[in-house]
């Protein structure tokens, strides 16, 4: 008889193409990009071998070869990514996993795997090694508790519901800082959840909270565990904007830079669906002027019956002194003036960023490199791109807060230390 292989992938023309290869090789091969699926496929199949990847859209690949080592100990299952690490690697071999393969897959590694991972599967069982499948035991899962943000005083019952995605899904890219290649999962979480992240390999479970950041040095980091996101706030700024208040996202080290804007974390939200949960919303409600100030810089928050936010930026030439002004009138006007609005850094600056280990990531359509009289590598998509991605940055920064906004922000000169500082105070008074 054909031995089966089971092939576990959210991206079709890897289904496709690995279940040609192995087909020709005389293998009979079942596919699906789901890892519930891959569950109910093992118990009604049991595969020989199981080919899984480690970014799937309903639960990880991990998490994925938890169950399925749970279901059958003798499962012979050989990880995939294109976007893994080494860390992640060792993790999976610790789980269990016969072995680790790099993506793209050459025709022979991706035979080989699965012979040899046959084999070994074989030679355990001859040695006596009982089947988890055999004994009829249930599959364990791991679960984790995501409880909401603190209800601070400031909080108030909105106008607007609740809102998370339609569906799972992925997202790959590569981490600004860390320049490692990445991917994350997003998940729906129930009513009153708030947004939550979880890291891979390790599983734990960090809120989106000010009481987990950690560092704020060119980008918004968080940390638990031992264990850190950075990079958080563009894709913050897509879920303050279009009102997605329960999520889960599933990360290893450090949000996708991709464009090194919000625009695409936005496009791939309205792809995805962005779903109404049926009860309202809680917002913080700035109740009085709170400020920090420092210098020339300053950022004050006051009250406001909406969203607002305003920055004044001012560098030397080709820069100069730039000016926006926003005001959150919908996901649209978010997306259309706010999201496209690119990161940037100083080539002045770049041996100091590369010796604190930062911006590794950083390549040509990523983000805006500015040299001594002009931008260097890209064409601006608005005149006053700079100060409309610090607006970005602030919209992102304060959803740390737990809720939406509502509130007015004038800010001059700031940076992510500061409008995680105001947010501190609002804390205080809340405490």
């Known amino acids: 008889m054909s031995k089966i292989v089971l092939i576990v992938d959210d991206e079709p023309g890897i289904l496709e193409t690995l279940s040609g290869i192995l087909t020709d ?113 249930e599959r364990m899962e791991v679960e984790h508790d995501f409880p909401p943000p603190p209800l601070l005083r400031q909080v108030r019952v909105g106008r607007e519901p609740q809102r998370t995605v339609r569906r799972a899904s992925v997202v790959y890219g590569m981490g600004l800082h860390s320049g490692s290649r990445t991917g994350m999962v997003i998940q729906p979480l129930p009513l009153n959840s708030g ?32 264990e850190s996101i950075r990079t958080v706030e563009h894709l913050l700024s897509a879920l303050h904007a279009s009102g997605i208040t329960n999520l889960l996202v599933k990360v290893h080290g450090e949000i996708p830079v991709l464009d090194g804007s919000a625009v695409e974390f936005c496009r791939h939200l309205e792809t995805v669906g962005i779903v109404e949960q049926g009860e309202p919303r809680h917002e913080l409600v700035i109740d009085r002027t709170y400020s920090v100030n420092d210098g020339d810089k300053s950022l004050v928050l006051e009250p406001h019956e909406g969203f607002a936010v305003s920055y004044f930026l001012s560098y030397p030439p080709p820069l100069g002194d730039q000016l926006f002004s926003f005001e959150l009138e919908g996901f649209d006007s978010f997306v259309r003036e706010v999201a496209p609005a690119r990161t940037f850094g100083f080539m002045r600056d770049m041996k100091m ?55 007015k922000v004038t800010a001059r000169l700031t940076g992510h230390r500061d409008n995680v500082a105001v947010q501190r105070q609002i804390l205080g008074a809340s405490s």
Do not use: C
Not at 100 to 110: F, G, N, R, T, V
Not at 195 to 220: K, R
């Open 353 to 407: 960023i590369n010796e604190l280990g930062l911006g590794s990531g950083g390549r040509l359509d990523n983000f805006i490199l500015v040299g001594e009289d002009n931008v260097l590598n890209t064409e601006l998509r608005f005149p006053d791109e700079f100060a409309r991605h610090k607006v970005l940055d602030i919209i992102g920064d304060l959803y740390l807060l737990g809720y939406p906004v509502r509130g």
């Open 195 to 226: 947004v939550h992240f979880l890291t891979l390999p390790s599983g734990e479970a960090i809120p989106a909270q000010l009481s987990s950041v950690a560092q704020t040095d060119y980008a918004t980091t968080l940390t638990r565990g031992g």
């Open 25 to 137: 090789e005389g293998f009979e091969t079942l596919t699906t990009p789901s890892g519930e699926e891959a569950l109910r496929l093992y118990e009604q199949h049991a595969p020989d071998v199981v080919f899984l990847d480690i970014w799937l859209p309903d639960r990880d690949g991990l998490e994925t070869l938890q169950a399925l080592k749970s279901l059958d100990a003798n499962a012979a299952v050989i990880m995939m990514s294109g976007h893994g690490t080494a860390s992640t690697a060792v993790k999976s071999i610790k789980m269990g996993a016969h072995d680790y393969l790099e993506k793209p897959l050459s025709y022979d590694a991706a035979v080989n795997a699965a012979k040899h991972a046959i084999g070994a599967k074989k030679a355990q069982v001859a040695a006596g090694a009982k089947s988890v499948l055999e004994l009829g035991l």
